[in-house]
């Protein structure tokens, strides 16, 4: 399910892959809020281990191309279009432009 440069890199800096991706989420300044029905994974999003990608890691991942199981109709990273995306948080909806 991962691509082959996330659990490169997964391996490289002792992480899972899913730690990578958040890795590079927080070295881009992007807030991020995981979510998960298991404990386990829960623990594993919040003890993402103390290390640095290198813009050529950072690029090779920005690279990669995204698992066609990642943008299924429950989860993924398109669960909302670009309207309800750029809503502020504290409206959770999105007015339209006039």
Avoid: C
């Avoid at 991020?32 to 993402?48: D, T």
């Avoid at 640095?52 to 990669?64: D, F, I, K, S, V």
Wanted: proline share 8%; glycine share 8%.
């Amino acid at each position: 399910m991962w691509p082959e440069s996330v659990t490169g890199l997964a391996q490289s800096h002792g992480a899972t892959p899913a730690q990578v991706l958040l890795r590079w989420a927080l070295q881009k300044g992007i807030a991020v809020i995981p979510g998960s029905a298991s404990h386990e994974h829960i623990i594993e999003n919040l003890a993402i281990p103390s290390f640095e990608m290198t813009e050529r890691e950072m690029e090779q991942l920005e690279g990669a191309v995204a698992p066609k199981e990642w943008f299924d109709k429950k989860r993924g990273p398109n669960k909302y279009g670009d309207l309800e995306a750029s809503a502020p948080w504290q409206t959770g909806v999105a007015k339209k432009p006039k």
